[in-house]
């Protein structure tokens, strides 16, 4: 989903900027941030707090990979295009986490008469996340239930042919012909090539409770984190993200009151990892967890979950964005599109 800065309402105040460019280091003794523009113009800012939310790089068709949204509908039109051309010899979605099972249920609700293979190299469906074995079982039956040929414990080797066609071959000795092969297991790699090597642990940041970064034991001033790129145990979570920001948001606007009223005495919150949860929609119908409620399955799940669009607008339990207002962004913001 795309969602440019203006439609988030509560961010239209004059005293906030938005910046977009990429980062190309950041100086904490100095507080300084330099960064490139997009006009390719080394710049620099100069900060009283930082807070690193850079998460991790993905590739496309996981997520999107372009930074302007015209960009972005191309891509997605020439990926539907790809889809429509892989109707006779069906899609491979190969990678059976939350992404793959996404992928390979939606192509087959929008896409009925295409055959839609989900591979997966593990005995079970969502074989990393700490989810109850039922709602690992949910998920299978769903995905089968609605036509989906679900390999299990495989690992495949896809081969290009000259036609544009694929060959998925697996370990067993079996192979298949398809149109079409969405890799949707590519390990994330946090976003983290700015920081200085000492904050790193292995390409993530480790902070305290505070979610102020730390280094050896040793807090380093004025910097929080937030997010994906933290070092977290759990499952990656949007909902998760947005708590650890608005922690580490009440913690610096703390410590900014008490910068300039000595006599105020900074109240630090701490952040406290959620229990596992997820809603995961499968195709026409939706699994659902949480340590309260349980496993809970099946198509009346799908609108309060998850509403019309993959929950952008839903006002479920579940950590969404439907709290922020919508906007209409479409093919007329692109003059260019087809």
């Known amino acids: 989903m795309w969602k440019v800065y203006k439609g988030?309402?509560?961010?239209?105040?004059?005293d906030i900027d938005f910046v977009q460019g990429t980062v190309i280091s950041i100086d904490p003794t100095s507080q300084l941030m330099r960064y490139q523009d997009l006009e390719g113009r080394s710049q620099h800012l100069k900060y009283d707090y930082i807070l690193i939310s850079s998460g991790l790089r993905r590739p496309w068709p996981i997520v999107p990979r372009s930074r302007h949204f015209c960009s972005y509908l191309s891509d997605a039109s020439t990926f539907i295009e790809k889809i429509i051309e892989a109707e006779k010899l069906g899609v491979v979605?190969?990678?059976g986490g939350a992404i793959g099972v996404e992928f390979a249920g939606k192509i087959k609700t929008h896409y009925t008469g295409t055959p839609v293979t989900?591979?997966?190299s593990r005995h079970q469906l969502l074989s990393n996340e700490p989810l109850p074995e039922e709602f690992k079982t949910r998920t299978l039956e769903l995905l089968r239930a609605q036509g989906i040929n679900v390999i299990l414990n495989q690992r495949a080797v896809v081969q290009e042919l000259p036609d544009g066609t694929f060959y998925v071959k697996f370990q067993d000795g079996n192979r298949l012909h398809t149109g079409m092969v969405i890799m949707a297991m590519a390990s994330p790699t946090p976003s983290s090539q700015f920081l200085p090597s000492y904050i790193l642990s292995n390409g993530s940041i480790?902070?305290?409770?505070?979610?102020q970064i730390i280094s050896r034991d040793e807090v380093i001033p004025r910097m929080?984190?937030?997010g994906d790129i933290v070092n977290v145990a759990g499952i990656k979570l949007g909902g998760n993200a947005m708590l650890m920001g608005s922690v580490?948001?009440?913690n610096i606007y703390s410590l900014l009151v008490?910068?300039?009223n000595p006599s105020w005495r900074s109240a630090m919150e701490r952040y406290v990892l959620m229990e596992p949860k997820m809603a995961l929609s499968v195709g026409n119908s939706a699994v659902c967890y949480t340590s309260d409620d349980g496993v809970k399955y099946g198509k009346e799940w799908v609108e309060p979950m998850f509403g019309s669009d993959l929950g952008w607008s839903s006002k479920s339990p579940f950590p969404a964005f439907g709290q922020f207002a919508k906007m209409d962004v479409t093919q007329k913001s692109c003059p260019h599109s087809a």
């Open 248 to 250: 580490a948001a009440a």
């Open 93 to 95: 979605v190969v990678g």
């Open 258 to 260: 008490a910068q300039r």
């Open 8 to 14: 988030f309402s509560e961010l239209s105040r004059p």
């Open 118 to 120: 989900l591979v997966h």
């Open 206 to 211: 480790n902070t305290d409770s505070d979610l």
């Open 224 to 226: 929080f984190a937030a």
